[in-house]
T-cell receptor
Framework: KNEVEQSPQNLTAQEGEFITINCSYSVGISALHWLQQHPGGGIVSLFMLSSGKKKHGRLIATINIQEKHSSLHITASHPRDSAVYICAVRSRGNEKLTFGTGTRLTIIP | NAGVTQTPKFQVLKTGQSMTLQCAQDMNHNSMYWYRQDPGMGLRLIYYSASEGTTDKGEVPNGYNVSRLNKREFSLRLESAAPSQTSVYFC????????????FGPGTRLTVL
């Protein structure tokens, strides 16, 4: 079992829909990251969180430490949100990140 | 600020050839990382450098060497390229550790024939 599991692997939705991407992990962590990788390949950091919830524009990230689970939500989705969304965790006492395999999101106009 | 830069963007090698991938950051970050990304797999850490003058192996270090030349630059060397090293390589940097945002370079697409 991978340390970081994401679901779904692929998601296609209509423009305007509310999107949820899930991330589960199996180790104690000190931080969880959500990243976005656009079709051109570039990777940008969206959120880093260790508890609670963070919001940036139409994106919301939540984490439940007890359940070892995080969700990334996109409200009023738009075709420009089409990308691969990657979850990564830093386990306690570790310098390094462990990455999920990503969720490919496609938003249809 | 250029952020994290990588060169080259694309490279084709023959088996057995050597090459060095260059990475530089201008954000005064302490930690730098080299990852590879393969289809169907998450980013995997090859090597990292927690600070200038130190390097450590990651998950998949075999076939690679690294040099932290100074605080800005972290290079990845393939001494004798193999087809299994065909991948997209990303360099990243962060202020320190995993509790800070990581900034990624644009990637190098390497094909080994």
């Amino acid at each position: 079992k991978n340390e970081v599991e994401q679901s779904p692997q692929n998601l296609t939705a209509q423009e305007g829909e509310f999107i949820t991407i899930n991330c589960s992990y199996s180790v104690g962590i000190s931080a969880l990251h959500w990243l976005q990788q656009h079709p051109g390949g570039g990777i940008v950091s969206l959120f880093m969180l260790s508890s609670g919830k963070k919001k940036h524009g139409r994106l919301i990230a939540t984490i439940n430490i007890q359940e070892k689970h995080s969700s990334l939500h996109i409200t009023a989705s738009h075709p420009r949100d089409s990308a691969v969304y990657i979850c990564a965790v830093r386990s306690r006492g570790n310098e390094k990140l462990t990455f999920g395999t990503g969720t490919r999101l496609t938003i249809i106009p | 600020n250029a952020g994290v830069t990588q060169t080259p963007k694309f490279q084709v090698l023959k088996t057995g050839q050597s090459m060095t991938l260059q990475c530089a950051q201008d954000m005064n970050h302490n930690s730098m990382y080299w990852y590879r990304q393969d289809p169907g797999m998450g980013l995997r850490l090859i090597y990292y450098s927690a600070s200038e003058g130190t390097t450590d192996k990651g998950e998949v270090p075999n076939g690679y060497n690294v040099s932290r030349l100074n605080k800005r630059e972290f290079s990845l060397r393939l001494e004798s390229a193999a087809p299994s090293q065909t991948s997209v390589y990303f360099c990243a940097s962060t202020l320190s550790g995993g509790n800070n945002e990581q900034f990624f370079g644009p990637g190098t697409r390497l094909t080994v024939l």
